[in-house]
């Protein structure tokens, strides 16, 4: 063919602006972990990658908008543990997490962690356990809505203490950090993304980290095992999905951008501060999260539908 005269199929990706739909508000966590990436990913792909922020019913609006967009690469999703709990959580979604979206690859695996607002009064876990028995009726916890982390982190820390509190939600974390800076909340357990900063920084009080080991950067905050409740175990994952059809070829190219990004030394160090790791290369692949999505979405559906909840 003549240089220029090229068909669709020749047509170079990407030639225009590839927009990463982020489910949660902006300053949040996950806003945080996609604009770390965006650049360096644009860079890569030689094309500006924007950031567009669809709040809503704890992530599943901006899923569902995604699902629908054309399978052109240029509309991409940025999503985390959530796209694998909303089947178990909602019985009206408008996308099905597997059918509807190709998967791209991981991007993080994100630690959470128990925080309050600053001088609520309990000094540890335990502490806190009991202040929670005692002033439930009273105690709020904020989270981003049915579907967020933040909200499977309030559930599993209420049945964990057996408690009710009264839940606030949100658009995303990062309106509810600054409620809880504002003393307007008592509690929240958000990624170490929107929290490490506030708890070095002696803004918010820290009881325990959701994941087996500790984290690097903060390293005085106990786990959820060491501090008494073995029970409440998560690790937040972030991944980039786009609609289901999405060539082959963009999928690829996308794939390297984001292995790419993941690599770059500045983008490890970035992360490394909040206490989030970018995923390996083995991991930043359509395979690994085909199957880390598949495995989540089955161990959600178990945890979730337990009698009780
Ligand atoms: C956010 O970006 O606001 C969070 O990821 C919300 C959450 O899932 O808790």
Not at 36 to 59: K, R, S, Y
Not at 140 to 161: E, F, M, P
Not at 215 to 234: F, K
Not at 252 to 278: F, N, R, S
């Amino acid at each position: 063919a003549l240089a220029g005269c090229s068909g669709g199929s020749d047509a170079a990706y990407p030639d225009d602006t590839i927009e990463i739909v982020v489910p949660f508000a902006a300053g949040g966590p996950t806003d945080t972990v996609t604009r770390i990436v965006a650049d360096p990913m644009g860079e890569e792909l030689g094309a500006q990658v924007v950031v567009q922020n669809v709040e809503g019913a704890g992530g599943t609006v901006a899923a569902g908008e995604v699902a629908a967009a054309d399978p052109d690469g240029y509309t991409v999703l940025m999503h985390h543990i959530g796209m694998s709990t909303a089947p178990a959580l909602y019985d009206d979604l408008n996308f099905d997490p597997v059918e509807d979206f190709a998967p791209v690859g991981l991007v993080t695996e994100v630690p959470m962690t128990i925080v309050s607002r600053s001088g609520l009064g309990p000094s540890n876990l335990e502490d806190l356990v009991a202040y929670l028995e005692d002033e439930r009726e009273s105690v709020t916890i904020a989270h981003a809505g049915v579907g967020s982390a933040s909200n499977l982190c309030a559930r599993l820390l209420q049945d964990a203490v057996g408690v009710e509190l009264t839940e606030v939600p949100y658009d995303g974390t990062g309106p509810a950090m600054a409620d809880l800076l504002g003393g307007q909340v008592d509690l929240l357990c958000d990624q170490t993304t929107n929290t490490a900063g506030q708890i070095l920084g002696g803004e918010v009080d820290a009881y325990a980290v959701t994941t087996p080991e500790r984290v690097e950067v903060l390293p005085d905050v106990p786990t959820t095992a060491e501090a008494g409740l073995p029970d409440l175990e998560i690790g937040v994952w972030h991944a980039l999905y786009v609609p289901a059809g999405t060539p082959d070829e963009v999928i690829a190219a996308l794939e390297t951008a984001l292995q790419t990004a993941l690599a770059d030394p500045a983008v490890v160090d970035q992360m490394a501060e909040l206490g989030i790791a970018p995923v390996s290369a083995a991991d930043a692949t359509p395979e690994a999260l085909a199957e880390r999505l598949s495995e989540q979405i089955a161990l959600w559906d178990d945890v979730l539908s337990e009698p009780g909840r």
